[in-house]
T-cell receptor
Framework: SQQGEEDPQALSIQEGENATMNCSYKTSINNLQWYRQNSGRGLVHLILIRSNEREKHSGRLRVTLDTSKKSSSLLITASRAADTASYFCATDTSSGYSTLTFGKGTMLLVSP | NAGVTQTPKFQVLKTGQSMTLQCAQDMNHEYMSWYRQDPGMGLRLIHYSVGAGITDQGEVPNGYNVSRSTTEDFPLRLLSAAPSQTSVYFC???????????FGPGTRLTVL
């Protein structure tokens, strides 16, 4: 069963605009991770936020986590056409080695 | 480093045939896993391994076998292929103490 659910399913914006994607999950987590997948390619890890963290930044990426609402958001600032991809949140609820449960993803299209 | 490699990239099988999807990593990662990705479903965990000789089932293990005889390799066997196994298969690995996973480029499998 899907632990994380992204919203929206699809997002279309212009270059330079910000893109915000949301993820909701059902059970307590150790950490939440965001991955990017370009069409036909493997997933690439973007950022990880632990359950005791509320916000994290990496370059143009900002992730927030609200454990009371069981939700996270990924903000991409000043989007570029190269950001066009699908974005997945993945929750880690295991102890020891990471066992991830992925959401269905948000498809982001950034137009020049 | 090549990272995580998968072969073949594409495969077409007939119902009832068997085959092995290969996965190898050169990062000395202890943890390896197999996911399948279906349209609109995100990634679902099939099997995973926390070290040589140790494997366990994920969310959707039926119809698949795995073994882990070396740290580097983690093959996925389809015993008797069914059309429901048509999917894109991803292998991933992560190192001890690290939570992010590194993904291979995927194998696109079609079962007729």
């Amino acid at each position: 069963s899907q632990q994380g659910e992204e919203d929206p399913q699809a997002l279309s914006i212009q270059e330079g605009e910000n893109a915000t994607m949301n993820c909701s999950y059902k059970t307590s987590i150790n950490n939440l991770q965001w991955y990017r997948q370009n069409s036909g390619r493997g997933l690439v890890h973007l950022i990880l936020i632990r359950s005791n963290e509320r916000e994290k930044h990496s370059g143009r990426l900002r992730v927030t986590l609200d454990t009371s609402k069981k939700s996270s958001s990924l903000l991409i600032t000043a989007s570029r056409a190269a950001d066009t991809a699908s974005y997945f949140c993945a929750t880690d609820t295991s102890s020891g080695y990471s066992t991830l449960t992925f959401g269905k993803g948000t498809m982001l299209l950034v137009s020049p | 480093n090549a990272g995580v490699t998968q072969t073949p990239k594409f495969q077409v099988l007939k119902t009832g045939q068997s085959m092995t999807l290969q996965c190898a990593q050169d990062m000395n990662h202890e943890y390896m896993s197999w996911y399948r990705q279906d349209p609109g479903m995100g990634l679902r965990l099939i099997h995973y391994s926390v070290g040589a000789g140790i494997t366990d089932q994920g969310e959707v293990p039926n119809g698949y076998n795995v073994s882990r005889s070396t740290t580097e390799d983690f093959p996925l066997r389809l015993l008797s292929a069914a059309p429901s196994q048509t999917s894109v298969y991803f292998c991933a690995s992560s190192g001890a103490g690290y939570d992010e996973q590194f993904f291979g480029p995927g194998t696109r499998l079609t079962v007729l």
